[in-house]
C-alpha cells in the first residue's frame, strides 16, 4: 500500500520562508563584497563616463604616498556564510530524502525484514512454476 503525505500550507509555507532568507542571506553576503570591489576602483571607466570631456588639467605632486591596505574578511562574516551554508545543505538533503521517502515503495515492515532466505527461496519456486506452466501451454498450442 503506498501512501502519500500531503503536505499541508504551513510546511509549503515555512518552506518558502525558509528559502527567501536563504536567498536573502546570499544576497547580503555578496552585497558588500560588490561596494568594496567598486569602492577601490575610484578612477574608474563609469565616473570617466560620467563626467565626460570636462577633464581640468591637474597639478602631480612630486611626493606621493601609496597605502597598501589589505582586505580581510571578519570573523562574523566568515561564521555567518559558513552558518548559512550548512543551513543550506542540510535544506537540501532534508528535501531530498522527504522526497525519496515519499515515493518509496518499501514500507517499514518490509525493511525491518529484509531479503531473507525464504524469501528468495520462494520467489525461485514461483518462477520455476511459471516458466514450468508456459512450457506446457506452448506444448498445447503446437
Do not use: W, Y
Not at 525558509?18 to 567598486?38: D, E, Q, R, Y
Amino acid at each position: 500500500m503506498l501512501r502519500h503525505p500531503v503536505q499541508s500550507s504551513r510546511q509549503r509555507a515555512a518552506s518558502l520562508c525558509l528559502c527567501a532568507v536563504l536567498a536573502l542571506a546570499f544576497a547580503g553576503l555578496s552585497a558588500p563584497v560588490a561596494t568594496s570591489a567598486a569602492s577601490l576602483s575610484g578612477s574608474g571607466a563609469l565616473t570617466e563616463l560620467t563626467e565626460g570631456a570636462q577633464t581640468t588639467p591637474t597639478q602631480t605632486t612630486a611626493a606621493t604616498t601609496t597605502t597598501a591596505t589589505e582586505t580581510t574578511n571578519s570573523k562574523t562574516v566568515i561564521i555567518l556564510a559558513l552558518v548559512a551554508a550548512f543551513a543550506l545543505l542540510t535544506g537540501i538533503a532534508f528535501v531530498i530524502v522527504r522526497d525519496a521517502r515519499r515515493v518509496a515503495p518499501a514500507t517499514e515492515s518490509e525493511l525491518s525484514e529484509g531479503g531473507s532466505a525464504r524469501d528468495s527461496a520462494a520467489r525461485l519456486q514461483r518462477r520455476r512454476a511459471k516458466a514450468k506452466a508456459a512450457r506446457r501451454q506452448r506444448k498445447r498450442n503446437r
